[in-house]
């Protein structure tokens, strides 16, 4: 049985590239090679090959290991802080009615 391939529409499939395409930039700005980031990351070069590809399977805890060895994982706090239409959201439910607290239960 082989592995479910992850579809991803075109224009999120360019965004998975270009933040491979960001690694791979900065691994070699560092003059890193593929083989010296992939052992210091504890992955295989074919990992760190779909992870700079920006293959859609790669394993989250994949990028952030080559993030770390970067000296990049700060950056992972970026992702989703900037929240408009969640905030939005958050907004337009606070003028709902609150519920009412619940009932005390009296100890003897």
């Given at each position: ?5 992850t ?41 760190l ?23 990049l ?36």
């Open positions: 049985m082989g592995r479910k391939s579809l991803l529409l075109p224009k999120h499939a360019r965004l998975l590239e270009e933040v491979g395409e960001n690694l791979r930039l900065a691994r070699l700005r560092r003059k890193l090679s593929a083989e010296q980031v992939a052992e210091r990351a504890g992955i295989s070069r074919s990992t090959q779909k992870v700079e590809k920006g293959d859609p399977s790669t394993a989250f805890g994949n990028i952030l290991q080559v993030l770390m060895i970067l000296g994982e700060k950056d992972i706090l970026h992702l989703a802080a900037q929240d408009p239409l969640g905030r939005k959201l958050q907004d337009a439910g606070l003028a709902v009615p609150r519920r009412r607290a619940p009932k005390r239960t009296s100890s003897p």
